[in-house]
């Protein structure tokens, strides 16, 4: 139904009803009856827009109309009048909305900064108690919330099969523990801070025990032989109605058992196999659920049906510090009681999703009963709610069973009685037999963290470390399992015993004669924590190195020999033989082991070489360090340097006769742009015992360098010569500039002349087209990342002296569009009021014909609707096709607007908005809303007139 049926059928009805109320032969019922659907498309296409016919009512007595009593000078404008009392209601909605946000976010603001108050404040008392707490607490003084573990660890183990989001959310909530402070396990699984994110309709997909009912959406998918797709509602008879088959009855029958009925309906008029039918509920039913008791927001929630007693705790904000987690009850109308029982639920988070509600159910947050800490060698220690019946095992179940280091032979149980406090004494294998009272504070004894079995072996052995001690262990079976190694020290080893008064004696042995003979009285019987330490014989040798170092192929240490049978001549051999630039004197430097004083002695490394009987091939002591002279380190480095325009400048190490040829062929050439006339020498004079001084030379050069003459070569340079060679005065390349568009020949031009300009270029480019749009010419500028440059190129062609005609550079770009006879408007304007959005493109601006001398005003008055209450008219702005861009200029209480030319883009800029976080909220739910909207249907009975009118018209 349009808006014009809609507005005609609710409104301008009444002019022909209006005699027909006094009617004697009116009859109201049947008139409904015979109108029942046109009745049903009223009040339909009411509520699809968020509006009730009690508030459209009473916006309408606002402005003096009343549907019971509409009198015939009221009817005409009436239209007008109804659609402005919809976009008010519309509007107030929205502001209505807008302001809860901001209230939220306020409130949301508030809580952070109180929040950080808060824990300045507890950070502030802590740091004072700091000592305190580092006392030891007497057992009539302890006190369970500081002696509490801070790390919590979450230990459930959860089917991976399990897909269904609930599961999901109890299982990954309980690894918050650390980050949300709760009284008692199990409540910070209601205190995530997104509801939403636990409570999301879209993706929940309902367990078998599931029961339909009256607003819920089946989808059925067939893909085999056949194909079918559709989406039923149950109706409020509890049928669904596929029309090619009869009504299938699905009210209150479980999910699972409804699929399967679903599937063998369906098989008898269509063909596919299992697995070739998706079923699925597309879309829940509305319920309202009230939530009491210990809840941070109890009240009553209109929700999906698909959601359980888990999700609609979370939607009332979490259980507080008193509530239950064991006893929450779900009370329906009839009397029926279930519990939700959180524990069993993490033990099996899938029962979690089979708590389903009905309408009017209410959800009961009790106190909790009894409440037990637990601390220790525990898995997870905190403080838990047990049952009446419930015993310690189950508080060590539900704690995450006992530690590994644990002492389950005592278990510690204080408890307060009779005005004091007692301990009692528990061992592990009694716990299911002893029920623990609401205030006990248990604890599970951490065992010694002594190893009582362990051997332990160091030192020269294969496999050093710990082992296990048995009875009757000698000294010899540990050994076996150690691993002598070839280096091992056999001729003595030590037992290292502890005493009981934590001090050490040792007892040594022969490895090779307790090996020989196991019965040995030195094969000592091991006790527990007895240790071998086995030596090494590299811990008993000396060993030494000796260096040679300078002029051979690989300077290095090398290992001395012991035999003393290493000499100079083996020596340099094992360094790779002598360089090419070794002198022949050496040096031997010997360090005295005993003292550490060297000397220092010269020796013929070449008769050492040539002659192995020779006094200078002598033989190696340990340390000794042979250094071989070479020419390098008595004739000094001397460089040219060549600069300036050649391929390769740099320094180059001087040669004798070096030429200057030489000097510029190793640089790699002349580059293009060198001055070949312009190669200068810069030497330093050197005199003895006279200060330096700097002369300069100047020489013309071929540009081949293999045409050089016989004087090119026989200029000789001198050790630290600098070569410039000078570049050719105002020498560039060519400089390229595009022009592209509406000339008669686009492209890449040269520029022929310095400071060629923008009307030179376009004349060599053989002028502008007859469709070339000047307005739109715009020049965008690589040079120094400058960018687009306004022109006014119609001003050019008029005078090359106008100031815009300036002058190109390399890389410019010159674009000259062809016309453009529209105007584009955008922003805050009214273009919604005046057409349809579905014509609008994806920026939402509508482009309009150019109107010659009009301003920005009268495109947007004419053309936009208006200005919208969004829009600032500081921010209202005209951009010319060619990038200038023109602002609205006030003057006292005036206003000037831009001119609008050919191709401009006008542009009304928002208002600013305060942003504040955003606060996280409920969705709206449209399905209460339409509830409640029905439940005031009576109003539409001031339609019945109207519409009888219209029948019998």
């Known amino acids: 139904m349009n808006k014009f049926y809609l507005l005609f059928l609710v409104f301008m009805i009444p002019v022909f009803g209006y005699s027909q109320i006094s009617d004697p032969n009116y009859d109201p019922k049947k008139m409904m009856q015979q109108n029942a659907d046109k009745i049903e498309e009223v009040k339909s296409e009411i509520k699809s827009k968020g509006i009730t016919e009690a508030e459209l009512n009473a916006k309408l007595l606002d402005k003096g109309y009343n549907l019971k009593q509409l009198r015939p000078d009221q009817i005409e404008g009436m239209d007008k009048v109804v659609e402005d ?95 949300v402070k709760v009284a008692i396990y199990g409540q910070q699984l209601f205190l995530n801070s997104d509801p939403e994110y636990f409570t999301n309709p879209q993706d929940q997909t309902p367990a078998n025990d599931y029961l339909l009912g009256p607003g819920d959406v089946v989808r059925i998918v067939i893909f085999g032989r056949s194909l079918y797709d559709g989406d039923l509602e149950v ?115 899938t029962l979690a999703t089979n708590i389903y509600l009905q309408n009017n159910d209410f959800v009961q947050v009790p106190v909790a009963q009894k409440v037990v800490s637990v601390i220790g060698a525990i898995v997870r220690p905190y403080r838990y ?18 530690a590994a280091d644990a002492d389950k032979e005592l278990i510690q149980i204080i408890r307060f009685e009779n005005g004091s406090r007692k301990i009692y004494e528990v061992s592990a294998a009694n716990a299911k037999s002893f029920i623990p009272q609401n205030g006990d504070e248990i604890t599970v004894i951490q065992s010694s963290e002594e190893v009582k079995n362990r051997l332990e072996v160091s ?99 090398f290992d001395f020999d012991p035999a003393k049978n290493i000499k100079v001549k083996d020596a340099v051999t094992l360094a790779g033989g002598l360089k090419v630039d070794a002198l022949s004197k050496a040096y031997v430097v010997r360090t005295d082991t005993a003292t550490g004083i060297r000397n220092y002695a010269l020796f013929n490394i070449q008769n050492a070489l040539t002659d192995i009987n020779s006094s200078d091939n002598f ?9 071989i002279l070479s020419n390098s380190i008595i004739k000094n480095e001397s460089t040219v340097s060549v600069g300036g325009a050649v391929k390769n400048p740099g320094q180059f190490k001087y040669g004798y006769s070096m030429t200057l040829l030489d000097a ?90 310095d400071n060629e300009t923008i009307y030179e270029v376009i004349g060599r ?44 550079s390399d890389g410019d770009i010159l674009t000259i569009p062809k016309n453009k006879e529209l105007v584009s408007i955008a922003g805050a304007v009214n273009i919604g009021d005046i057409t349809n959005a579905a014509e609008l493109n994806n920026d939402y601006k509508i482009n309009v014909a150019y109107m010659s001398g009009r301003n920005v005003k009268y ?69 209460k809303v339409i509830a409640e909207s029905v439940a005031q249907a009576t109003a539409i009975l001031t339609l019945v007139v109207l519409i009888n009118t219209i029948n019998k018209s």
């Open 765 to 808: 480019a053989g002028g502008l087209n007859p469709e070339a749009f000047l307005g739109g010419a715009k020049l965008n500028r690589s040079f120094d990342n400058i960018g687009l440059v306004i022109i006014q190129l119609g001003e050019i062609m008029k005078n090359p002296n106008a100031s815009y005609n300036i002058s190109l």
């Open 235 to 349: 109706d409020d008879q509890g049928y669904i109605d596929p029309k090619s088959l009869p009504k299938i009855y699905l009210k209150s029958l479980p999910w699972g058992q409804a699929k399967k009925l679903i599937e063998a309906r369906y098989k008898q008029r269509y063909s596919f196999s299992t697995g070739e039918i998706a079923i699925s509920l597309k879309k829940s039913r509305s319920i309202t659920v009230s939530v009491f008791g210990e809840v941070r927001n109890p009240g009553s929630f209109t929700s999906s049906a698909a959601y359980t007693a888990y999700n609609l705790i979370v939607l009332a904000k979490g259980i507080t510090d008193l509530g239950s987690v064991r006893n929450i009850q779900i009370v329906s109308p009839g009397g029926g009681i279930k519990i939700y029982d959180v524990y069993k639920s993490m033990m099996n988070p």
């Open 85 to 179: 009392a919809i976009k008010e209601i519309e509007e107030e909605k929205i502001q209505a909305s807008n302001k809860a946000k901001e209230d939220a976010k306020s409130k949301i603001i508030k809580e952070k900064n109180d929040t950080k108050k808060f824990d300045k404040e507890e950070n502030l008392k802590k740091a004072k108690q700091a000592d305190k707490d580092k006392k030891t607490v007497k057992l009539d003084d302890f006190d369970f919330q500081n002696e509490f573990s801070n790390s919590i660890e979450e230990t459930f183990e959860i089917d991976p099969n399990n897909k269904q989001k609930e599961a999901k959310m109890l299982s990954d909530s309980l690894k918050d523990l650390e980050k």
């Open 459 to 557: 030192g020269d052995v294969e496999r050093p470390g710990n082992f296990e001690w048995k009875e009757g262990m000698k000294v010899t079976d540990l050994l076996d399992k150690a691993k002598l190694k070839r280096t091992t020290k056999r001729n003595i080893g030590f037992v290292q015993s502890l005493n009981s008064d934590n001090s050490y004696s040792l007892r040594s042995f022969n490895i090779d004669s307790i090996t020989e003979d196991k019965n040995s009285t030195k094969n000592y019987l091991l006790s527990p924590n007895d240790k071998l330490i086995i030596l090494s014989q590299i811990d008993f040798t000396q060993y030494y190195k000796i260096n040679v170092s300078g002029a051979v192929r690989n300077p290095g240490e």
């Open 619 to 627: 033989i190696l002591e340990p340390l000794d360090r042979i250094v």
């Open 859 to 927: 495109y947007i008055d004419e053309f936009a609707g208006g200005l919208s209450d969004k829009a600032d008219k500081s921010k209202i702005y005209v951009q010319d096709a060619n990038g200038k861009k023109s602002k609205v200029k006030s003057f006292l209480f005036f206003k000037k607007y831009p001119k609008v030319n050919k191709g401009s883009a006008i542009v009304v800029g928002y208002k600013d908005e305060k942003l504040l976080p955003v606060a996280p909220r409920e969705k709206t739910d449209w399905a």
């Open 664 to 753: 510029i062929t190793l640089s790699g050439g002349l580059k293009t742009e060198a001055a070949t006339n312009r190669v200068e020498i810069f030497r330093i004079v050197l005199n003895n015992n006279e200060p330096t001084k700097v002369v300069a030379a100047t020489f013309d050069i071929p540009r081949d360098l293999i045409m050089a003459t016989d004087a090119l070569n026989k200029t000789y340079l001198e050790p630290f010569d600098i070569i410039e060679v000078r570049s050719l005065p105002k020498y560039s390349l060519q400089k390229m500039i595009k022009i592209e568009g509406e000339v008669r020949y686009p492209g890449s031009y040269a520029l022929i002349k």
């Open 385 to 402: 709610e047990l049952l009446p019946t419930e015993n310690l095992g189950d508080l060590i179940k539900y704690a995450g069973g006992y």
